[in-house]
């Protein structure tokens, strides 16, 4: 190499030194902006991490809740099953008759039917027919031109329910 090419190799060297200083500029500020996505990201994947976790806390609650529901709902079928069983068994020894004249009852119905019932059914009961409870359907109707409220009877002993039903359906 001679005195005349070092100058110009000099200056070429230059040339390539400031090309290298201008791309690792260009690589500082790529790499400010990449360290700035990248703090931007890790904020956003905090947020999101912190949403999850709340819903995690929501749906376990809701689970909880959920299981809570299938218990009593549980709860709810056998006690209707219960309250069924139950109406039956306080209706299987009622008795409704039809057809009675208004107000030939009287004041006592249960008399009414202790007397009445043997003789329409030619039974003779022993022990005599006892009533828990007798009484017209309805509000009371003073003119004989509509149809007589039916009587229900809620009888003593469930055997002679059965009875008295037997018989009316033979009859």
Known sequence: MTDRDQPATMERILQEITAVSLRIEGMDASKS???LETKSTRSDIA????WVTGFEH??????????TIQDRDQDL???RSKVTDLEDRSRRDNIRLFGIPENEEGPDVKAFLSSVLPKLTSLSFDPPLEFQQAHRVGPKRSNGASRPHPIIACLLRHTQARLLLQVARNH
């Not at 929501?58 to 299981?67: A, D, K, L, P, W």
């Open 33 to 35: 902006s990449l360290t």
């Open 47 to 50: 947020s999101f991490q912190s």
């Open 58 to 67: 929501r749906v376990g609650t809701i689970e909880t809740h959920m299981s």
């Open 77 to 79: 079928s056998f006690l």
